[in-house]
């Protein structure tokens, strides 16, 4: 990888390579999300990045989580999408903020309807009883919408992580791998050459 090779806007390049991901890398829209409380204690899990563009990356999840909860304590986070086959990683970090109710509507209406009925009635990231405690809620929502429009749950949307700086790895053989930066000033990208 060379610095001539890649887009001069991180985000553009980033799409162009999560494209040749989708044709040959099973769940290429997983990436690690890194988030930290007030005290600086940091968690991980993985999420789908459901939307890119030149605002940022977008992911879903319920508003009550840990995730949601560290997020409200301390609004940035870091993301990394890691293609084993492609021998390439990225990583992301930045700000934080809630995208629109218009966006998240769209976003869950496009979703199956199991995945709706099971929005609503995990308490995501809280202690059950047990598996039948989930049933039980599940069964409880689905008489709930008696088979009609299951609408966006107050307690459920996405996020948008907006980029101050996304680095692009590539694997070499002789572990000489490849990492360019780019960062964020203003309206304008900075690059700069890291070493492996
Ligand atoms: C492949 C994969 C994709 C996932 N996608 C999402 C997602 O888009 N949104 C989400 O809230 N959780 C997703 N999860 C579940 C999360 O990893 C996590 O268990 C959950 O969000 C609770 O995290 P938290 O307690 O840190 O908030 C996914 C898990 C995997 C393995």
Do not use: C
Request: glycine share 6%.
């Amino acid at each position: 990888m060379n610095e001539e090779g890649l887009a001069t806007d991180p985000l553009a390049q980033l799409l162009a390579w999560l494209d040749e991901a989708r044709e040959s890398v099973p769940q290429a829209d997983a990436m690690t999300l890194a988030t930290a409380d007030a005290s600086g204690r940091p968690s991980a899990r993985i999420v789908l990045l459901r939307g890119i563009d030149e605002r940022g990356l977008a992911f879903f999840t319920n508003l009550t989580s840990r995730k949601a909860d560290e997020l409200r304590q301390n609004p940035r986070a870091a993301v990394v999408l890691h293609w084993w086959e492609l021998g390439r990683q990225v990583r992301v970090e930045g700000a934080v903020v809630e995208v629109s109710d218009e966006e998240s509507t769209a976003y869950w209406k496009r979703r199956p309807r199991a995945s709706q009925i099971a929005g609503w009635a995990s308490p995501q990231s809280q202690s059950l009883a047990d598996r039948s405690d989930m049933d039980a809620r599940v069964a409880e929502v689905e008489e709930r919408f008696d088979g009609g429009e299951v609408l966006l749950p107050p307690f459920w949307g996405g996020y948008r992580l907006v980029p101050d700086s996304i680095e692009f790895w590539t694997h070499q053989d002789n572990r000489l791998h490849d990492r360019i930066r780019f960062i964020r000033s203003g309206a304008a990208w900075s690059q700069e050459r890291l070493a492996p």
